[in-house]
């Protein structure tokens, strides 16, 4: 994650602060915008419907990865009263990488950014951070 901090201009962290405290605290301190995005029904309501919008407008554009594609096609959209939720069928499928890119893409909208943006996913754990399109 420092690295990325040197390489771009990093905005923000989002992360699920149940398995990431202690990690975000030190990067916190290390000058990184670190922000709580608890993986509550209402916000992976939210961050799940604004992908889906993203997506339905053609306003997402991915590069081409084997395990985005794997993880994308492993993830099943679920309807609840406030929209679509993203979720797995099989307990033993890995889309935190889709929740990520979910979140880092909420985070563009909610920030009103303009123009192409580049946004990045960190799976195992749930880390998102979005960058300005162009390194330092």
Known sequence: MLDLKHRFRLCEVRYDPYQMQASAQRLRQAGINMVEFPQSLPNLTSASQ???????AQNL???????????????IAVENARGWRIAKEKSSHKIDVVVALAMAALAVVEKGEQGRMRIGAIGVDGTVYWHDEEPR
């Open 50 to 56: 604004n992908l889906y919008e993203l997506i339905k």
């Open 61 to 75: 554009v991915a590069y081409p990865d084997p395990d985005l594609r794997l993880a994308v096609q492993r993830s």
